[in-house]
């Protein structure tokens, strides 16, 4: 018999599975940080959909990926101000919050998408990051396929996973992150701000998630749409859970989601499948889901004071 | 003028309308013991803030060391050389003990690369305290007392020339209080100043040099422990004479009204907690059950109560025979229950003081008809309850959160009272409430008795069995150890049950 269709079948969904994952890890490493604070930000989706429409726009009126990187890591920065005003210094419920950025998001996005792009007649693609083989390691059979030819927006997610758990836990600022999400009078009592924390907690939630909103127009589609993150944001913060509030395990667990993606991507493309394509579409979403509640069951603590406004 | 190591003047301070602080002045001396006493609420914590940085006086000065300061925030105590144990512990639990000593002593940016130095040098010092702790343990993993030994370890390893501690004697087991106070006074044998924040006062007697007392914001007096005696420092902390020694009516005993054979209850961790016990209660009686703590006194007491699943051969409640089906719904035939956690069984936090008190009525008539409750005949009764049993609250329709522990607890035994059981269940009674509410629950626990109820006493302070039992029972790893008579002359033979001799070789 022959294997080789096989093994193709499975070094392409292998080779999808990464950078499927790519933008949901970005949003969820950094909603590691802003959860330990004792923050949640279910406001994620809204926050990737600023993102990646401020990528966009700015990349594509100015012909550079890299502005509009920036200018997506500064609108991820201003969602974080506004969402942290209103958290941490007014005290507001956090789920009442971050439920106003979805809808927000959703709305001005949309709005602006359609006055300014969707009916101007333009031609609306970019010319997004492109893959690269690392010499050498690409040409491995198989695995230069699947790991080393990508593009440089999902090889860095190999160096802020590591940088992310280096800051968490050995450096004072990660020990202080921990300490003003789980006993946060404690950490008043050895002189931490913790207001000011939980700002960067937050900031570093937004910012990394608009990073992962980007990613979506400047890496993998060529143009924006109305509601290009379709549940990313949400996956995200299931992804936080199943990863134990650990940029590592956020990093197994979004894996875990791109490899379905990728694969109901690949039986969608094979067309003769007689299952409809909505059911494929939910396959990832689901699969995770079921994932979390079967495997949270070791119970692992969610950060004590998460979602409760300090004093 | 003797030298002081802290002086603070008129400290005054308010929260809102309640004033916390009403000009208090202390000074304490270098390498002494000094006790803050007062009843919960009299101020010892606020004052104790303010030390720390916690909290700004309103006005007052603090001099430290001969010079005058302003302690902004924690940190700057910290620099001062100023350590606080706090009654809850401000510890993270998910980090290590090293982690936990150094956290917010670095500039953010610092990478934690020398750790593996900063666990030897806890070690180390650990030693010298005699401490027994681990730098690399999870504070998680550490039981209450070593907790305890961290939160001190903490202060000391910032160089602590002041330690204060509030109440910390409140979570230790009897034995592990006794080590405490014993090493606290090695350490001001070293030179360190201790302030000591208490209410308990064999504690001041034993443990202090000097002892302020604080009443309703106020230091009444600074004494010398060596020249003043428990009497009169309860007097001061509450303002009138206590009845050290309640008086107890002689009353002959009636028929059984409750009684257990052969009762058998696991813990948690599904081992075996108590151990084929058997006891009776009789009418007009108040049985105690003595015994040092977790020696599954909790666990008896959640077994009766019908909240945690037991076997047991037979339990007869009012010449009826119970199944275990039963003991669910014991409120209904004829028993209360005073459990011994009130804020986490016996009450509602968030709801307010009235419908605390209907918890467990709520559905019957009075207080609601046809489904609907009856806000006026609730309210009613409430104002009713607090007046009857001097419960100190605002209003009724206030968060019973907002009481403090010796009101909350009197909630708590107004509501079981009311009822008139014919079986009173009590666990630890009086324990973190103030010495004025314990006067009055023990009061009200034995006029239950006198009025006819049969009581089962469960509690770890032996005073406390003492004060009110006409029989004891010993208590040791799930079994009863034998019978003793509430006679002082046999405290000795109780202990020794306590500790695991039987009643035999006792």
């Known amino acids: 018999m022959d294997l080789l269709p096989g093994i193709l079948f499975l070094q392409s969904i292998l080779a999808a599975t990464w950078r499927m994952a790519t933008p949901i890890l970005y949003a969820a490493v950094g909603e590691v940080f802003t959860e330990r604070s004792g923050v949640l930000n279910i406001g994620l989706e809204g926050v990737m959909l600023i993102g990646a429409f401020a990528g966009y726009s700015v990349a594509f009126e100015s012909g550079n990926l890299v502005l509009g990187l920036l200018a997506a890591i500064l609108s991820g920065i201003l969602s974080g101000l506004i969402f942290a005003l209103f958290t941490v210094t007014i005290k507001a419920n956090q789920i009442v919050v971050g439920a106003a950025f979805n809808m927000i998001g959703a709305g001005i996005t949309g709005v602006l998408y359609r006055v300014f792009y969707a009916e101007s007649g333009k031609v609306l693609s ?186 | 003028m003797k030298d002081c190591i802290v002086r603070m003047e008129n400290i005054v301070k308010s929260f809102g309308s309640v004033r916390a602080s009403r000009g208090v002045n202390l000074e304490v001396c270098p390498g002494e013991i000094h006790c803050l006493l007062g009843e919960n609420g009299a101020g010892k914590t606020v004052l104790m803030s303010i030390l720390y940085g916690l909290y700004q006086p309103d006005s007052g000065d603090i001099y430290y060391k001969n010079k005058k300061i302003t302690i902004g925030s924690p940190k700057d105590a910290i620099n001062l050389r100023i350590g606080m144990v706090h009654q809850h512990f401000m510890l993270v639990p998910t980090l290590t003990v090293a982690e936990n000593i150094v956290l917010g002593q670095y500039p953010a940016w610092k990478v934690l690369s020398d750790m593996p130095a900063i666990q030897e040098k806890i070690y180390q010092l650990s030693k010298e305290f005699d401490l027994n702790v681990h730098p690399e343990a999870l504070v998680q993993d550490l039981s209450v007392g070593e907790q305890q030994r961290v939160e001190i370890l903490k202060a000391l390893y910032h160089g602590a020339d002041l330690l204060v501690l509030d109440e910390p004697t409140a979570v230790l087991t009897p034995q592990e209080s006794e080590h405490l106070l014993s090493f606290l006074r090695e350490l001001a044998d070293k030179g360190l100043t201790i302030l000591f924040i208490t209410h308990k006062l064999e504690e001041v007697m034993q443990v202090s040099d000097r002892v302020t007392i604080l009443r309703d914001g106020k230091a009444i007096a600074t004494v ?43 813990d948690e961790k599904g081992l075996p907690a108590v151990k084929n016990l058997s006891l009776e209660v009789r009418e007009r009686e108040v049985v105690g059950i003595a015994g040092v703590s977790g020696n599954g006194q909790t666990e008896l007491a959640l077994a009766l109560a019908g909240l945690v699943e037991s076997q047991f051969d037979e339990i007869i409640l009012n010449k009826h025979s119970l199944t275990q089906k039963d003991l669910s719904r014991l409120n209904h035939l004829g028993m209360a229950h005073i459990p011994e956690d009130r804020q986490k069984m016996g009450l509602i936090l968030p709801f307010s003081v009235s419908e605390n008190f209907i918890a467990e009525t709520y559905r019957n008539e009075p207080f609601s008809k046809k489904g609907f409750l009856q806000f006026r005949t609730i309210k009613d009764y409430s104002n009713m309850l607090v007046k009857k049993f001097s419960i100190r609250v605002g209003d009724v329709d206030e968060a019973i959160a907002n009481l403090s522990g010796g009101n909350q607890q009197k909630v708590v035994v107004a509501r079981e009272l009311d009822r008139r059981p014919k079986f009173l269940l009590v666990n630890q009674p009086t324990r973190g409430i103030d010495i004025g509410a314990t006067e009055f629950v023990r009061q009200q626990i034995l006029a239950e008795r006198d009025a006819g109820s049969a009581i089962l006493l469960i509690s770890t302070d032996l005073e406390e069995i003492f004060a009110l039992s006409d029989r004891i029972l010993v208590m040791y790893e799930g079994r009863i150890m034998g019978e003793v008579p509430p006679d002082h002359n046999r405290v000795e033979e109780i202990g020794l049950m306590m500790a695991g001799k039987t009643e035999a070789t006792a």
Not at chain 1, 128 to 134: A, K, M, N, R, S
Not at chain 1, 173 to 202: C, W
Not at chain 2, 237 to 264: A, H, P, Q, T, Y
């Open chain 1, 126 to 311: 970019l010319k997004t990051f492109q893959p690269f083989q690392i010499p050498f390691l690409g040409d491995i059979p198989f695995l230069g396929e699947v790991l080393f030819n990508q593009n440089i927006m999902v090889y860095a997610t190999l160096l802020v996973v590591p940088l992310a758990s280096f800051i968490l836990y050995k450096t004072a600022f990660g020990l202080s992150i921990q300490a003003v999400g789980e006993h946060p009078k404690a950490a008043d009592t050895v002189g931490i701000n913790v207001p000011r924390m939980r700002y960067f907690g937050i900031l570093i939630g937004t910012t990394m998630a608009s990073i992962g909103g980007a990613f979506l127009v400047l890496a993998y589609a060529d143009q924006f749409v109305e509601g290009i993150v379709t549940g990313r944001g949400f996956i995200a913060l299931a992804v936080v859970v199943f990863g134990s509030w650990s940029p590592w395990g956020a990093m197994g667990a979004s894996l875990l989601f791109g490899v379905f993606y990728a694969l109901q991507l690949r039986i969608q493309a094979m067309g003769s499948v007689l299952i409809p394509y909505q059911f494929l579409q939910a396959l990832p979403y689901v699969v995770t889901i079921i994932f979390l509640i079967g495997l949270t069951k070791r119970r692992v603590q969610s950060p004590k004071a998460l979602g409760v406004p300090y004093k």
């Open chain 2, 224 to 266: 010398n422990t060596s020249e003043t005696n428990p009497r009169e420092l309860a007097r001061m902390m509450v303002g009138r004479d206590v009845l050290m020694e309640l008086m107890k009516k002689e009353g002959e005993s009636g028929e059984v009204i409750f009684s257990v054979r052969n009762l058998n209850v696991k």
